[in-house]
């Protein structure tokens, strides 16, 4: 099983619409949680983090996570073509003091005008 | 622009080549990560500094590369002896204290002919 598992999409989206993007990760220990953004040939962009279950919001952006389910989501409303780009969802660790990022492969979103 | 800063942005260099390539963290962040993406995959931990210390290296890191920040500011990331395997971003991040966030830098696209 792979640490941090994502839909690797793509994600097609009409304009203004809801997009979910969802990850789910095996490290129970696990206490932070991160949402990235990467557009095609750049690198990634911090977008969210959450430490707590329930929800977080940052604008269009809500991002949730349900610890017992190993599960975190992010949200984007009223989506922008601008929108459109790799989502990464990256879990910190718990094992052994380590500080390291654990990435998904990313899910990729593109938004339709 | 205080942002994460890496030299050189993009390299081209023959199999069986030295890469060195250099990252500047945010100012006053006393931690530094790299990392490695290549396409389709998210970006894989390489190796973390605090201050001057490299206090975790991930076992992707083999012989042949070695990462070096001498006076906690900077770091550097070398490839010995390149290989077509080694073509990838390379992404560095820098984070402030204990705070989990990390931010990432416009990374080096390494291509190995």
């Known amino acids: 099983q792979k640490e941090v598992e994502q839909n690797s999409g793509p994600l097609s989206v009409p304009e203004g619409a809801i997009a979910s993007l969802n990850c789910t990760y095996s490290?129970?220990?696990?206490?932070?949680f991160f949402w990235y953004r990467q557009y095609s040939g750049k690198s990634p962009e911090l977008i969210m983090f959450?430490?707590?279950?329930g929800d977080k919001e940052d604008g269009r952006f809500t991002a949730q996570l349900n610890k017992a389910s190993q599960y975190v989501s992010l949200l984007i409303r009223d989506s922008q073509p601008s929108d459109s780009a790799t989502y990464l969802c990256?879990?910190?660790?718990?094992?052994?003091?380590?500080?390291?990022?654990?990435f998904g492969k990313g899910t990729k979103l593109t938004v339709n005008p | 622009d205080t942002g994460v800063s890496q030299d050189p942005r993009h390299k081209i260099t023959k199999r069986g080549q030295n890469v060195t390539f250099r990252c500047d963290p945010i100012?006053?962040?006393?931690?530094l990560y790299w990392y490695r993406q290549t396409l389709g995959q998210g970006p894989e931990f390489l190796t973390y500094?605090?201050?001057?210390?490299?206090?975790?290296k991930s076992r992707l890191l083999s012989d042949r590369f070695s990462a070096e920040r001498p006076k906690g500011s900077f770091s550097t990331l070398e490839i010995q002896r390149t290989e077509q395997g080694d073509s990838a971003m390379y992404l560095c991040?820098?984070?402030?204290?204990?705070?989990?966030?990390?931010?990432f830098g416009p990374g080096t696209r390494l291509t190995v002919l």
């Open positions: 959450i430490y707590s279950n």
């Open positions: 490290d129970r220990g696990s206490q932070s």
């Open positions: 990256a879990v910190k660790g718990s094992q052994g003091g380590s500080e390291k990022l654990v």
């Open positions: 100012s006053e962040h006393n931690r």
């Open positions: 500094f605090q201050n001057e210390a490299q206090l975790e």
């Open positions: 991040a820098s984070s402030l204290g204990n705070r989990d966030t990390q931010y």
